[in-house]
């Protein structure tokens, strides 16, 4: 196959024809390329109501938590992943939202050092605790640690 640079027109040639769109890649198709645009995002990010929390819950009660295809178009203002999460995530009755123990803490950070970033695989260490709930808390360890260093070297700086 022929390097496509070389078939294309620049970039910037067809960029007013294309209005809004941002291109996203450029797929070389026989002789003659095409350009694969991605449309601009229209939806806001919204915060679900309290209506929409007591709509989920009642659907999950009603349908179970495994169809989000299903229990998204009941809710018709959210979709598939937006339902899941916001179940897993924040409504769901098994989740602990109590203060975090030191022991959890502990574990938080070794599991954190045997498994990096990934939340789900640290998660499993943690009974009722979601996964975003164990990136918040890390998120929060990594900022109070990062005060404690900057009041000690500070106050280390001004003893000199």
């Not at 797929?27 to 694969?36: A, I, L």
């Not at 679900?48 to 009941?74: A, M, V």
């Not at 809710?75 to 123990?101: G, I």
Request: glycine share 2%; proline share 7%; hydrophobic share 30%.
């Amino acid at each position: 196959m022929s390097d496509c640079r070389y078939m294309l027109p620049p970039i910037e040639s067809i960029m007013p024809s294309m209005g809004n769109f941002q291109p996203f890649i450029i797929v070389p198709q026989q002789t003659q390329p095409v350009v694969v645009v991605e449309a601009p995002k229209t939806t806001k990010k919204m915060k679900f109501t309290p209506e929409e929390d007591k709509k989920l819950c009642s659907l999950i009660r009603q349908y179970g938590s495994n169809d989000w295809i299903h229990i998204s178009e009941l809710m018709k203002t959210r979709n598939p992943r937006q339902c899941r999460e916001r179940w897993n995530n924040y409504l769901n009755p098994n989740l602990r939202d109590d203060p975090w123990t030191i022991e959890e803490d502990k574990l938080l950070i070794a599991k954190y050092r045997e498994f990096g970033t990934h939340w789900s695989k640290i998660s499993k260490f943690f009974a009722h605790r979601s996964d975003n709930a164990i990136r918040n808390r890390w998120q929060m360890l990594l900022r109070q640690s990062e005060r404690r260093y900057q009041s000690s070297s500070s106050s280390s700086m001004s003893d000199a």
